[in-house]
């Protein structure tokens, strides 16, 4: 049995305002236990949160207090280190609760981020990061329906924030805010058309933890999920989304062979894939009736686009492209490089 120390920062309805005094984290076969300790015995109950119920568990950065930021000493910079725990799950009453802790083991914010680390790398080798993944896969329907809303939280702090719909390629999911649409619908819209708030209605509801260790499982470690989109805090503390092109080849190859989740599934990911509206990158480079099922992403002078070209023999292809502030000539360069490929193999 795993235990760490920690200080309560926020989250739990029971309890709205941080608190000081340390809380013990026993990492136990089925379930997070937190039990109090002696400075925090007047304010804090035991609490048992069941691996079941839990969506994901997340490492991000401390906030810099402004008395930290103006005191001598080490400066904000090197105060800002990730040594927070974020754990995400289901109270027995439906609702969810983000529960914001910080590491206390550890001398320094240094040491303590070093600890949290370490807690990453207890929960994927004694197994309980699967076991968020496997709770979810047996709760979860792609036919199910969730509201659709425009309101998240931060990971930095669990503050709300809101996308933008004009940054938006997507301005039809806004006209359902109010409404309720369904995961398949939202993956449509996600991988189609490029949402953004389909994307952070996924990664809200299934955690960014469980995104990236499900990419890590099929090879994909260079896909790391870490924020939903226009998370403004996170992005100001480096807590991004990034991609390396191994990582992208490795979760559509995957996909290919029909190995990502079952044979099925994978077969309604690449016609979902195929769908995509956004064509200017590598099937510009193909013959017009050559199928492809591909996912571009865009933001500025960064333009990336990935898939698998079914030619005579299938094969999966990604460019990765930065620095061009003109989207059409990394266009350009992106169909020169498929037409480049698919010459030599086809």
Not at 13 to 19: G, Q
Not at 199 to 217: K, P, Q
Request: proline share 3%.
């Amino acid at each position: 049995m795993e235990t760490y120390k920690v200080t309560y920062r926020g989250g739990h309805p029971d309890l709205p305002k941080s608190k000081a005094g340390g809380v013990r984290l026993l990492l136990t076969p089925e379930a997070f236990v937190l039990n109090p300790t002696i400075g925090s015995e007047k304010f804090w109950k035991a609490l048992t949160i069941p691996y079941a119920d839990v969506n994901s568990v997340q490492i991000v950065a401390r906030v810099v207090s402004t008395f930290e930021s103006l005191a001598g000493g080490l400066n904000s910079r090197q105060l800002n280190q990730d040594n927070n725990i974020h754990i995400d799950y289901a109270l027995g009453s439906g609702n969810r609760v983000l529960l914001r802790l910080e590491m206390l083991s550890g001398v320094t914010v240094m040491g303590q981020a070093k600890r949290c680390r370490e807690f990453e790398d207890r929960l994927r080798a004694l197994g309980i990061t699967g076991k968020f993944k496997q709770a979810a896969a047996g709760r979860l329907s792609l036919d199910d329906r969730i509201p659709v809303v425009n309101q998240f939280k931060s990971v930095v702090d669990g503050s709300p924030y809101a996308l933008t719909r004009d940054d938006d390629s997507d301005a039809e999911i806004y006209k359902a805010i109010g409404t309720q649409r369904s995961y398949r619908e939202l993956c449509e819209a996600m991988i189609a058309v490029s949402s953004n708030l389909a994307t952070n209605l996924l990664i809200d509801r299934l955690g960014a933890e469980r995104v990236f260790e499900t990419m890590r499982s099929y090879g994909a470690e260079g896909m790391l999920v870490r924020r939903g989109v226009e998370d403004d805090k996170a992005f100001e503390r480096g807590l991004n989304n990034t991609a390396t092109a191994r990582g992208f080849h490795a979760i559509l190859a995957a996909i290919g062979r029909r190995e990502v989740v079952s044979a099925d599934a994978s077969a309604e990911m690449i016609a979902i894939l195929k769908r995509q509206t956004f064509r200017n990158g590598i099937p510009a480079g193909l013959p017009p009736e050559m199928a492809v099922a591909h996912k571009t992403g865009t933001i500025t002078k960064v333009h990336h686009d990935g898939g698998i070209v079914f030619a005579t023999r299938p094969y999966v292809l990604v460019v990765l492209t930065r620095g061009f502030a003109d989207e059409k000539s990394s266009d350009a360069l992106i169909a020169g490089v498929s037409k480049l490929v698919y010459d030599t193999v086809k």
